[in-house]
């Protein structure tokens, strides 16, 4: 079940001694991740880069969907960008509840996948009543008409400050956000009218407030200084490993 929306993947509930699985770190492993995992070693249609692993990590080439790891061999899975590529959805999620009792798990929202779409992309995502519902593109004739990718990806965040705010008070325009415990809950192509207009109807107030979450002015102000305290802190660093 989902037990928070994280305000990113730095922000995650793992403690120092828990060892850890990214699934499918590709060129951008995690870095808290003890053992990382990917499908695939020699081709990068799914990811930006080739493969990276970091100092501290053991890499393993295996399939999602078939771990080579015992029943709870872990204490936090990881899974960013992944699941809106893979074959079998409950499949790959199951294997994940079943090598460790919590993890987190990232992927564009609807949103996002209209902004930037991928073609590497089998599925639409967005979290509807704490479940992540999966579509597949080819039921729902999902066509965005024009890649604003590099726009929202690359270059907005590159010379607009207040973009970055955008960015991080408003994480759900781009990416859903997951943290479980126990079992992740999904639904895939749900034929549900209730779930499926979120995906093939013109979003209103209702789909907003369900999506976003309407927050107190208070929460609006705190939220904006966080993002304004990050963003410094980012750039200063920046600046000094510049000159190191």
């Known amino acids: 079940m989902k037990v928070r929306k994280p305000a990113s993947r730095k922000d995650l509930s793992i403690r120092k001694e828990f060892r850890v699985l990214d699934i499918g ?22 990811r930006g880069r080739d493969i990276r692993v970091l ?7 295996a399939d999602g969907e078939h771990l080579p790891f015992k029943d709870k061999e872990f204490d936090y899975v990881i ?20 090598v460790a009792p919590r993890g987190y798990i990232e992927t564009p929202s609807l949103l996002g996948e209209f902004l930037a779409p991928k073609e590497s992309h089998k599925w639409v995502l967005q979290e509807i009543d704490n479940k992540i519902v999966l ?6 004739d999902f066509r965005p008409q024009y890649d604003f990718g590099d726009l929202f990806l690359y270059y907005l965040p590159k010379i607009s400050v207040g973009y970055k705010i955008i960015e991080r008070t408003q994480p759900d325009l781009f990416t859903l956000r997951h943290e479980w415990k126990d079992n992740i809950e999904i639904l895939v192509n749900p ?10 109807k013109p979003w209103d107030e209702k ?17 904006a200084l ?5 963003i410094t802190g980012s750039v200063f ?8």
């Open 25 to 46: 770190g590709g060129h951008n492993p995690h870095p808290r991740a003890n053992v990382v995992v990917d499908k695939y070693i020699n081709d990068n249609t799914h």
């Open 55 to 61: 100092h501290n990590q053991e890499f393993i080439h």
């Open 79 to 98: 899974c960013c960008h992944v699941l809106e590529h893979v074959e079998n959805p409950e499949q790959f999620v199951a294997e994940q509840s079943r």
């Open 135 to 140: 579509y597949e593109k080819e039921k729902i």
């Open 191 to 200: 034929d549900s009218s209730y779930y499926r207009e979120f995906f093939t």
């Open 207 to 223: 789909f907003y407030d369900k999506v976003f979450q309407p927050r107190s002015l208070g929460q609006e102000g705190l939220a």
């Open 226 to 230: 966080s993002a304004i305290v990050e």
């Open 237 to 244: 660093k920046s600046k000094i490993l510049k000159r190191s």
